[in-house]
């Protein structure tokens, strides 16, 4: 698949804009390991093969496990995560496909009860974050490098 446009080049402002939310995303209060999960998460529902594999390799570098990145796929169904993880994950889905689940009540009584108030507004820019780098990628076609 070929790139279609350098979205760098063609809108370096508005590459500003979210060159700067991002690093307000990871200045936050949720925990770079973290972080990384729901960006891999959010981009595999997403379709982002770029950003999946950028998270991937930065949760690596951060001594994440092979075994728990393969899992996130099926977080629900493996026992390698943690209630603050699993409440984020699925915090992360129910924000990521906003259109068919409305963020129910019971992800954010999940949610609630693993992250405090401005924890949760934290989380959410995070997913809303990343979910605007994949809507770039995916439109625009950029691949990871082989």
Same mark, same amino acid.
């Given at each position: 698949?070929? !790139?279609?446009?350098?979205?760098?080049? @063609?809108? !370096?402002? =508005?590459?500003?804009?979210?060159? @700067?939310?991002? =690093?307000?995303?990871?200045?936050?209060?949720?925990?770079?390991?973290?972080? &990384?999960?729901?960006?891999?998460?959010?981009?595999?529902?997403?379709?982002? @093969? $770029?950003?999946? /594999?950028? &998270?991937?390799? /930065?949760?690596?570098?951060?001594?994440?496990?092979?075994?728990?990145?393969?899992?996130?796929?099926?977080?629900? /169904?493996?026992? $390698?995560?943690?209630?603050?993880?699993?409440?984020?994950? @699925?915090? #992360?889905?129910?924000?990521?496909?906003?259109?068919?689940? &409305?963020? !129910?009540? /019971?992800?954010?009584?999940?949610?609630?009860?693993? $992250?405090?108030?401005?924890?949760?507004?934290?989380?959410?820019?995070?997913? #809303? #974050?990343?979910?605007?780098?994949?809507?770039?990628?995916?439109? $625009?076609?950029?691949?990871?490098?082989?």
């Amino acid at each position: 698949m070929n !790139p279609r446009l350098d979205y760098y080049s @063609a809108s !370096p402002k =508005a590459m500003k804009a979210m060159i @700067a939310m991002e =690093a307000l995303t990871s200045s936050l209060s949720i925990e770079p390991g973290l972080l &990384h999960l729901i960006k891999i998460r959010a981009s595999q529902l997403n379709g982002c @093969a $770029f950003c999946t /594999d950028m &998270h991937s390799v /930065d949760a690596r570098r951060l001594g994440e496990s092979d075994r728990r990145l393969y899992s996130i796929v099926v977080w629900r /169904d493996s026992n $390698f995560f943690n209630p603050r993880e699993r409440a984020a994950l @699925a915090w #992360t889905e129910a924000v990521t496909l906003l259109s068919e689940s &409305h963020v !129910p009540d /019971d992800v954010y009584v999940q949610t609630r009860e693993q $992250f405090s108030e401005s924890e949760m507004v934290d989380l959410t820019i995070a997913v #809303t #974050t990343i979910n605007s780098w994949n809507r770039l990628a995916v439109s $625009f076609r950029q691949t990871p490098s082989a």
